[in-house]
């Protein structure tokens, strides 16, 4: 076994109580970074006009559960239909990807759809990336019970940074996967430079599998964000009481109610909280209030139409060469290439 940082290479399933008690004390050290990046983005986030604080914050442990609660509610389409697509893919990626590359997962979260491409490519190693540190080790421990031989390299932190992949690698070819989506969480100028910083981190020859929600009507995507159930709701509202409880904060969750949106000028479903009354409260010992109404803008889902897609694609450094869809066209999944497609003159 290695620890290099943040990374720890896995070479058994009997290393993994050891890698449990390496990783909790870990926290003590390399967490004070997303801890103050935590703080910052939510002292600021409540400053700015309108409201707004990153979605990558709703992912801590219990955000996580309850966004595999969602992966399963009949509403949200997202998660069925890339699986659907994923099973049916499987060959035909495996043929255009070739074997034994290293799959390199950005934000695996519980690493739920990675088993459909680990047996159809035949990695040499897989990496997971996730903010969230609980749900990275517990699927870890999953997989590493499906694939006994396979080299998993967990890696902590925020995929939007700079990003250091485990040396042991670097020498192999690599396939990115991004599913669920997850890129429609980023306005488009921050969408292209993740695919660039992604393209760079991956290097020549690399190849990204990419999941993107498309376009469709409002009667299906507003359900799919505000569920009969209220998980949705829950979820977000899960963000007040992280901030509560890390933060030192005293947010009234109970004034508060999830509120979807869809932007039909971005093109997105927009997640926030809105305030019910009047509410005052601090965190970190900083003094907040909202008026009645107001809102903090928590996500974004942007939806593609399949031109857009690819437009986004190409713009972040990556040439599309095969895509499949469901049955009823609702999701897309894409395969590319490392490196701008030529133009003609
Ligand atoms: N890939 C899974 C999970 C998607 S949910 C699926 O397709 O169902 C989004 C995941 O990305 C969560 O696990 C979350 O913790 C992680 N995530 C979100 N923003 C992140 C960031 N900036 N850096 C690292 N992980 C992030
Ligand atoms: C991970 N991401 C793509 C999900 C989405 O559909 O935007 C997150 C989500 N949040 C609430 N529901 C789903």
Redesign the pocket.
């Known amino acids: 076994m290695c620890v290099d940082g943040s990374m720890v290479r896995l070479h058994s399933y009997r290393q993994f109580g050891f890698l449990m008690l390496l990783c909790q004390s870990k926290r003590h050290f390399g967490f004070a970074e997303i801890d103050r990046s935590f703080r910052n983005d939510v002292l600021n986030g409540f400053s700015i006009r309108p409201r707004a604080i990153p979605?990558?914050w709703q992912?801590d442990r219990r955000g996580?559960g309850l966004?595999d609660a969602i992966?399963t509610l009949p509403e949200y389409y997202l998660?069925r239909s890339e699986r659907s697509i994923l099973s049916k893919a499987a060959s035909e990626i495996a043929a255009l990807t070739g074997f034994g590359r290293a799959v390199v997962e950005f934000?695996?979260?519980s690493s739920?759809?990675t088993p459909t491409l680990l047996s159809a490519v035949n990695p040499s190693a897989y990496v997971p990336?996730?903010?969230?540190t609980d749900?990275l080790w517990r699927s870890i421990e999953q997989l590493s019970k499906t694939f006994p031989d396979l080299s998993i390299y967990p890696v902590e932190?925020?995929?939007?940074g700079e990003l250091r992949l485990p040396a042991a690698i670097q020498s192999m070819p690599q396939l990115g996967f991004f599913?669920?989506s997850?890129i429609g969480n980023f306005v488009v100028p921050a969408a292209v430079d993740l695919l660039r910083s992604m393209a760079a981190t991956l290097g020549q020859g690399s190849m990204l599998l990419i999941?993107i929600d498309r376009l469709k009507s409002v009667d299906v995507l507003l359900p799919a964000y505000d569920d009969a159930q209220g998980i949705t709701a829950a979820f977000n509202l899960n963000l007040l009481h992280r901030i509560n409880s890390e933060l030192r904060g005293s947010v009234p969750v109970d004034a508060f109610r999830h509120l979807v949106r869809w932007n039909d000028a971005e093109e997105r479903i927009e997640m926030h909280l809105e305030a019910a009354c009047d509410v005052r409260f601090a965190v970190e010992g900083r003094p907040f209030s909202m008026a009645k109404g107001e809102t903090i803008h928590t996500k974004n889902s942007l939806k593609y139409g399949p031109r857009d897609a690819s437009v986004l694609l190409r713009a972040g450094g990556w040439a599309p060469i095969a895509d499949w869809t469901d049955d009823k066209g609702l999701f897309s999944v894409i395969l590319a290439k490392e490196g701008a497609a030529q133009l003609a003159p």
């Open positions: 979605a990558r992912y996580s966004f992966t998660t934000g695996s979260g739920a759809k990336i996730d903010i969230c749900f932190g925020d995929f939007t599913p669920g997850t999941g």
